[in-house]
C-alpha cells in the first residue's frame, strides 16, 4: 500500500505546483501592458527624447495638435490583368454574336403539358372523330336535299 500513497502524494505535489503556475500566469496576464492596449487599438506609442509621440492609423482625432500624429492609409499596389496586358486577337465572325442571347428558356407550363400530353393526344383524336361524323351527317343532309329537289323538278 506504500507505493499507492507515494505515487498519490506525487500526483498531488505535480498538481500543487501545477495550479500554481497557472496562478503565476494568470497574475502575469491580469497586469496591464500599455504596449499591449494600444496595439490593440490600433495605436502605435513611440517614446522620443520630447515625450510620448503618438500614431494614429484608425482614428483621426479633434485635437489638431494630434492630427499631426495620423498616418496616412498604405497605398495597395495596382492589380494588372495578365490577360487584359495580352494583345487580344480577333475572334472569329461566328464567335462574335453572345450565345447567351440565343437561348430561349422554356414556357413557364412544360412540365404540365408534359404530364397531360397522352391525355390531349386521345381528345385530339376523339375530336377530328368528331368533326368527321359531323361532315359525313352534314353531306347526308346536303346529298338528302339534292335528292329532294330533284325528285320534286
Given at each position: 500500500?506504500?507505493?499507492?500513497?507515494?505515487?498519490?502524494?506525487?500526483?498531488?505535489?505535480?498538481?500543487?505546483?501545477?495550479?500554481?503556475?497557472?496562478?503565476?500566469?494568470?497574475?502575469?496576464?491580469?497586469?496591464?501592458?500599455?504596449?499591449?492596449?494600444?496595439?490593440?487599438?490600433?495605436?502605435?506609442?513611440?517614446?522620443?527624447?520630447?515625450?510620448?509621440?503618438?500614431?494614429?492609423?484608425?482614428?483621426?482625432?479633434?485635437?489638431?495638435?494630434?492630427?499631426?500624429?495620423?498616418?496616412?492609409?498604405?497605398?495597395?499596389?495596382?492589380?494588372?490583368?495578365?490577360?487584359?496586358?495580352e494583345p487580344a486577337a480577333e475572334p472569329p465572325a461566328e464567335q462574335a454574336e453572345d450565345p447567351f442571347l440565343n437561348i430561349a428558356p422554356k414556357k413557364p407550363n412544360w412540365d404540365l403539358r408534359r404530364d397531360v400530353q397522352k391525355k390531349l393526344d386521345k381528345l385530339?383524336?376523339?375530336?377530328?372523330?368528331?368533326?368527321?361524323?359531323?361532315?359525313?351527317?352534314?353531306?347526308?343532309?346536303?346529298?338528302?336535299?339534292?335528292?329532294?329537289?330533284?325528285?320534286?323538278?
Amino acid at each position: 500500500m506504500s507505493d499507492g500513497e507515494d505515487s498519490l502524494e506525487r500526483a498531488a505535489a505535480e498538481r500543487r505546483e501545477r495550479l500554481k503556475a497557472l496562478k503565476a500566469a494568470k497574475e502575469l496576464s491580469e497586469t496591464p501592458d500599455d504596449d499591449d492596449d494600444d496595439s490593440r487599438n490600433g495605436v502605435d506609442r513611440n517614446d522620443d527624447q520630447d515625450g510620448l509621440n503618438l500614431k494614429f492609423r484608425n482614428y483621426l482625432p479633434h485635437d489638431k495638435q494630434l492630427q499631426e500624429g495620423k498616418l496616412n492609409a498604405p497605398e495597395l499596389p495596382k492589380f494588372e490583368d495578365p490577360v487584359a496586358a495580352e494583345p487580344a486577337a480577333e475572334p472569329p465572325a461566328e464567335q462574335a454574336e453572345d450565345p447567351f442571347l440565343n437561348i430561349a428558356p422554356k414556357k413557364p407550363n412544360w412540365d404540365l403539358r408534359r404530364d397531360v400530353q397522352k391525355k390531349l393526344d386521345k381528345l385530339e383524336r376523339r375530336t377530328q372523330k368528331a368533326l368527321y361524323k359531323l361532315m359525313e351527317e352534314q353531306e347526308k343532309q346536303k346529298q338528302l336535299e339534292d335528292g329532294n329537289m330533284t325528285a320534286e323538278d
